[in-house]
């Protein structure tokens, strides 16, 4: 794999189902990351040929969640077609922090976002180990660099508050032009 040329930004849609719906036909929050999670799997293993569980079955060390920040903008409805973009926004020996969020279909609106921490261990052992240099290599290719500087997560949202307001407003004043 050419880890000069590879996309930093990875980008799926997904439908919201009926089952993972709450009575309102919003789609639940615990269901979020779920939706981030899977986008992200196999994007991954879309765009850079990386299959998660063939890693881990291959050498025994694999990620499990150590933290998570989620915050919900707009809800996403039932039968509604979402996009879910991802990002890696930092990474150190052994963590990662990929950043998720859903837009609508237009990409005009953010439903949600999600920094999940991963922590890289092996699963024999049960404790977290260092990437090897392979794995250095892909995330220093995919790792973006954020005006924000990636490590707050409540400016991420206001950011992304922000840009909701403005779809509004040029929705709004879209309908309400001659």
Given at each position: ?178
């Amino acid at each position: 794999m050419n880890s000069t040329y590879l996309a930093k930004e990875l980008e799926s849609e997904a439908w919201i189902d009926f089952q993972d719906c709450d009575p309102f036909g919003h789609l639940n929050n615990a269901r979020y990351l779920n939706y981030f999670m899977r986008a992200r799997t196999e994007q991954l293993k879309a765009s850079y040929g990386f299959d998660l569980y063939e890693h881990t079955a291959k050498t025994g060390n694999g990620w499990v969640v150590g933290e998570t920040h989620l915050a919900y903008l707009l809800p996403a409805k039932f039968n509604e077609t979402v996009k879910i973009k991802t990002r890696l926004l930092h990474y150190d020996s052994f963590r990662l922090v990929p950043e998720a969020f859903m837009l609508s279909q237009d990409g005009k609106r953010v439903h949600a976002l999600g920094w999940i921490e991963f922590i890289y261990v092996n699963s024999a052992k049960g404790r977290p180990v260092k990437y090897d240099e392979a794995l250095q290599s892909l995330f220093s290719a995919i790792t973006t660099q954020q005006p924000w500087g990636g490590q707050n997560f409540s400016a991420r949202v206001k950011e992304l508050k922000n840009l909701n307001r403005s779809a509004n407003q040029t929705i709004h004043s879209a309908a309400v032009a001659p």
